[in-house]
């Protein structure tokens, strides 16, 4: 089979489950060109990309970062400074310092204001009539809720939401922009986040911002460069990928109308639900990392120095794993899937996006009788970010 995984192109349809499938049974170990003349190793397998997840002494994401393509120095350093590009012992205390401050209390508290947010989502969309669901309905909760979480002012939010996509979309000629252009918004993204941080040092808030920069980390302060970047990564996380698993959730579900009215009659089972989305959409398709020592990973030798690119959205499909996975089952359980990484990596918003998507189901549910397709949904062009860029949709409003 002619095996290319890197391409953008080859995800234009979704991801690309033929080639997975033969990899996970053929070469679940894969070595794979990069265009620039190097290459990687591809881990199809969900038992490899655990492994890998947790071995943080043998596979950093520091060096060189989380993405298959090497970043610009300049770009490098800012990003290594973001929790998902750092390793122990810079890595425990600051995401420690995040958790406490997002904790299960917390978004509790923070229910009553998303729900405020979705309905006000659902009444601008309740005019009923055809609509990109992706920009019209999936996307405005999540900045919504970054803006609320922040403490980001109102007229910021489509500015950050602007950053957000032009960094997580840049291979898509639709939404993405020169590399210079990719550069600048993650600039003037932290430039930003700087600002806010610098105006709230020693002020008392209790936005996250203020709780990040005015707590000591292992006996000092996060500066606000360091914050900077920080910023980058909570905004752009928290944007994109909940928006590509509200958006693939709800498709996943206008496909199977069982499947819709038995949520939408029994919203208590949405965990479990939303579980499955994400285990079939999975947000993002890999992040990488970078072997400091010479090893091995399933009978194959990793020298010191080689990428390897754990593919979580081929590891959510492995029949070793998930009895029947290409069945989309929303009351699969149990549900082991690695959408949102393992180890000490695990992200930081899980529980958030899964409040988030639960919220927006049963808002959505119960402003509306119905949607349905109105023409065929397209894919972001990247082999990074699975989601819709444009999902045509009808939806009905319920009689008052």
Same mark, same amino acid.
């Given at each position: 089979?002619?095996?290319?995984?890197?391409?953008?192109?080859?995800?234009?349809?979704?991801?690309?489950?033929?080639?997975?499938?033969?990899?996970?049974?053929?070469?679940?170990?894969?070595?794979?060109?990069?265009?620039?003349?190097?290459?990687?190793?591809?881990?199809?397998?969900?038992?490899?990309?655990?492994?890998?997840?947790?071995?943080?002494?043998?596979?950093?994401?520091?060096?060189?970062?989380?993405?298959?393509?090497?970043?610009?120095?300049?770009?490098?350093?800012?990003?290594?400074?973001?929790?998902?590009?750092?390793?122990?012992?810079?890595?425990?205390?600051?995401?420690?310092?995040?958790?406490?401050?997002?904790?299960?209390?917390?978004?509790?508290?923070?229910?009553?204001?998303?729900?405020?947010?979705?309905?006000?989502?659902?009444?601008?969309?309740?005019?009923?009539?055809?609509?990109?669901?992706?920009?019209?309905?999936?996307?405005?909760?999540?900045?919504?809720?970054?803006?609320?979480?922040?403490?980001?002012?109102?007229?910021?939010?489509?500015?950050?939401?602007?950053?957000?996509?032009?960094?997580?979309?840049?291979?898509?000629?639709?939404?993405?922009?020169?590399?210079?252009?990719?550069?600048?918004?993650?600039?003037?993204?932290?430039?930003?986040?700087?600002?806010?941080?610098?105006?709230?040092?020693?002020?008392?808030?209790?936005?996250?911002?203020? %709780?990040?920069? =005015?707590?000591?980390?292992?006996?000092?302060? +996060?500066?606000?460069? @360091? &914050?900077?970047?920080? /910023?980058?990564? $909570?905004?752009?996380?928290?944007?994109?990928?909940?928006?590509?698993?509200?958006?693939?959730?709800?498709?996943?579900?206008?496909?199977?109308?069982?499947?819709?009215?038995?949520?939408?009659?029994?919203?208590?089972?949405?965990?479990?639900?939303?579980?499955?989305?994400?285990?079939?959409?999975?947000?993002?398709?890999?992040?990488?990392?970078?072997?400091?020592?010479?090893?091995?990973?399933?009978?194959?030798?990793?020298?010191?120095?080689?990428?390897?690119?754990?593919?979580?959205?081929?590891?959510?499909?492995?029949?070793?794993?998930?009895?029947?996975?290409?069945?989309?089952?929303?009351?699969?359980?149990?549900?082991?899937?690695?959408?949102?990484?393992?180890?000490?990596?695990?992200? %930081?918003?899980? =529980?958030?996006?899964?409040?988030?998507?639960? +919220?927006?189901?049963? @808002? &959505?549910?119960?402003? /509306?009788?119905? $949607?349905?397709?109105?023409?065929?949904?397209?894919?972001?062009?990247?082999?990074?970010?699975?989601?819709?860029?444009?999902?045509?949709?009808?939806?009905?409003?319920?009689?008052?």
């Amino acid at each position: 089979m002619d095996i290319d995984v890197y391409s953008p192109d080859n995800y234009l349809a979704g991801i690309p489950h033929e080639q997975f499938s033969w990899l996970r049974q053929n070469a679940p170990v894969y070595w794979h060109d990069h265009p620039d003349g190097s290459g990687y190793w591809v881990l199809t397998k969900h038992a490899d990309v655990i492994k890998v997840s947790r071995d943080f002494k043998t596979y950093s994401a520091q060096e060189g970062f989380v993405l298959v393509d090497d970043l610009p120095p300049d770009l490098l350093g800012m990003a290594q400074n973001q929790l998902l590009g750092m390793d122990p012992p810079n890595h425990g205390p600051l995401r420690r310092s995040v958790i406490a401050r997002v904790t299960s209390k917390r978004l509790m508290a923070l229910e009553p204001m998303i729900r405020s947010v979705a309905q006000e989502v659902m009444l601008k969309a309740s005019r009923g009539g055809e609509m990109n669901f992706v920009e019209d309905l999936a996307g405005d909760l999540p900045t919504a809720v970054i803006g609320l979480l922040l403490d980001i002012p109102r007229e910021m939010w489509p500015q950050i939401r602007k950053w957000s996509d032009l960094q997580t979309s840049g291979t898509d000629p639709d939404l993405g922009g020169t590399p210079e252009e990719i550069a600048q918004a993650s600039v003037e993204m932290g430039t930003y986040g700087f600002q806010l941080a610098s105006e709230r040092r020693g002020q008392g808030g209790d936005d996250l911002i203020s %709780l990040l920069i =005015n707590q000591e980390v292992e006996g000092r302060l +996060i500066s606000e460069m @360091e &914050f900077a970047s920080l /910023f980058v990564q $909570i905004t752009v996380a928290g944007n994109e990928t909940t928006r590509g698993l509200i958006s693939s959730g709800m498709y996943e579900l206008i496909k199977r109308p069982e499947s819709y009215r038995h949520l939408e009659a029994n919203p208590d089972q949405l965990p479990l639900a939303i579980e499955e989305m994400l285990r079939w959409t999975c947000p993002l398709h890999y992040f990488r990392r970078t072997a400091l020592c010479d090893t091995e990973i399933g009978g194959q030798k990793i020298k010191k120095g080689d990428k390897v690119v754990m593919m979580y959205s081929s590891a959510n499909f492995d029949e070793d794993v998930f009895d029947d996975p290409m069945t989309f089952d929303i009351s699969r359980d149990p549900n082991p899937h690695t959408a949102f990484g393992h180890g000490i990596h695990l992200c %930081l918003g899980a =529980n958030l996006a899964r409040m988030e998507t639960r +919220i927006f189901f049963e @808002e &959505f549910f119960k402003t /509306f009788s119905d $949607i349905e397709m109105a023409g065929e949904p397209a894919y972001i062009r990247s082999n990074n970010i699975h989601g819709f860029k444009q999902m045509p949709v009808c939806v009905h409003p319920r009689k008052k």
